[in-house]
């Protein structure tokens, strides 16, 4: 059974850091491309970062470029988002999801195969 699972999200203040990862089962990870989305209360999901199958490339949304890094450890099957100098507007439920195999990054939700439950981010003082 394909699945992926996040953890790591909760609550931080603003400026705060947290790191959240995505783990896979079900399949291997290795050739697939995996990419980190966010939904807000009452916003549509938008993409965060993407990291292609080989760990060649990356992409991010301009709102979290410079602040979020996305990494994988092909060997732990998990993806990792490192999320620095967070801000409110960053409150969102986290999703990871993968596109595959041997795709590119993509910005598009639809173009994912597989998603996880989520994990819930807040961003407060």
């Known amino acids: 059974q394909v699945q992926l699972v996040e953890s790591g999200g909760g609550l931080v203040q603003p400026g705060g850091s947290l790191r959240l990862s995505c783990v896979a089962s079900?399949?291997?990870?290795?050739?697939?491309?995996i990419g980190w989305f966010r939904q807000a209360p009452g916003k549509e999901r938008e993409f965060a970062a993407a990291?292609?199958?080989?760990?060649?490339?990356?992409s991010y949304a301009d709102s979290v470029e410079g602040r979020f890094t996305i990494s994988r450890d092909n060997d732990k099957n998990t993806v990792y988002l490192q999320m620095n100098s967070l801000k409110p507007e960053d409150t969102a439920v986290y999703y990871c999801a993968a596109r595959g195999p041997y795709s590119s990054t993509s910005q598009y939700a639809h173009e994912y195969d597989y998603w996880g439950q989520g994990t819930q981010v807040t961003v407060s003082s």
């Open positions: 990291i292609k199958w080989s760990g060649s490339s990356t």
């Open positions: 079900g399949f291997s990870m290795d050739y697939y491309t």
